[in-house]
């Protein structure tokens, strides 16, 4: 079957069958396709789109171009959850232990962060020894004396997705829905996966600020799996502000394990937390009512059970034994620490998100190309909320720096993206829930 045909048929707004798609996305596997010609099938996609069955076609060839995890010797349902990124969003460090907690086993596969967005592997990796790229043997033994393991893709994993959305990354490819879509799914299908919950972003911090373009891409990832044989639920979360209060790797490890020995728990951030570990304990079929769910969540929360997963992780992945009782020992510490005063008095009424992820970024704890080195002691903490009545000179966020040029842009992009004025009405954090 030639690529070229392929291309031509979908370039003339046809619908592609499963048998061109799958020598599509061998072509892109095996190199036989080339750069120009996946580069024209993807601008092809990205004009004249895709109906479900031919993305649960793209979805499930890209799936099966490498391994495929088999998890059926497991006692228990096999479920994940993907969150499409944002600012200060550490969701899976407490997530996948809450969930395994209650029963479920939680085979995370994630990814570095890129852009304004962190990535849950930097964090990870921020904890010393902590093997974040393990082999098959390693991971598959963590799952299940664990129940769960937070890991990074490795190369047998969807190779054709890897080398597909290196194209689309510079091509103006990126946006396709349908591509998205099975880039996503793609691999969480081939980590084995039960089911699968979604954590679809919209607001100033996300990837598509639009409500409309992100339930639109909720949707999609919705029917798709279903197609595919994935239950799948999506949760639509606002990311107008950060989500956790702070922003950083290694401070952002500090506050997952804070938040799940209680030591500190923010309101917006338990919420998501729970109603996503809901969704997930609901398609796992541990519970059958959402409120039994958030409830069997919050407490393997309290009682602890969560906090020593954790700990038990970490420990079977390379990581200090003792990481939840002397995090703070082991974790990489900034050279300067200072906070940023409020310049007016009055309530935050807005916060430019993506400007706080830029300022992280400029630190030197994100990336602005792939090949880029994550500095993981640097970030802020302390976030002010939108709604937070502050004085004049309280604390607006608290800057960890290694260089005092650094630190001295971070407080004047920290400055720049906060707004004070009258106290604002809230916002619910979780807009919708697509089962």
Known sequence: MLIAEIIRKKRDQNVLDADEIQAMVTGIADNSASDAQIAAFAMSVLLNGMNRKEAAALTLAMRDSGDVFDWSTLPGPVVDKHSTGGVGDNVSLMLAPIVAACGAYVPMISGRGLGHTGGTLDKMEAIPGYVATPDNALFSDVV??????????????????????????????????????????????????????????????????????ARELAVSITEVAEAAGLPCHALLTDVNQPLADAAGNAVEVVNAVEFLTGDKREGRLTEVVVGLCGEMLLTAGIETERDK??????????????????????????????FIEKHQSYLPQANLVFEVPAPTAGHVTAIETRDIGLSVVELGGGRRVSSDTVNPSVGLTGLAPIGANLGVGDPMAIIHADSQDAAELAK??????YT????????PIVREIIA
Do not use: H, W
Not at 305 to 314: C, D, L, N
Not at 420 to 427: F, I, N, Q, T, V
């Open 144 to 213: 299940n004396k664990v129940g769960c393991a937070i890991i990074g893709q490795t190369a047998q994993l969807a190779p054709a997705d890897k080398r597909f959305y290196g194209i689309r990354d510079v091509t103006a490819t990126v946006e396709s829905i349908p591509l998205i879509t099975a880039s996503i799914l793609s691999k969480k299908l081939a980590a084995g996966l039960g089911s699968l919950v979604m954590d679809v972003k919209f607001g100033n911090g996300a990837f598509m600020p639009s409500f409309e373009k």
């Open 293 to 322: 769910a958030r409830a069997k969540a919050q407490t393997a929360l309290e009682d602890g059970r969560a906090a020593e997963r954790f700990g038990r992780m970490v420990a079977a992945l390379g990581g200090p034994t003792d």
């Open 412 to 417: 004047a992009q920290v400055l720049a993206a």
């Open 420 to 427: 004070l004025g009258e106290k604002p009405d809230p916002a």
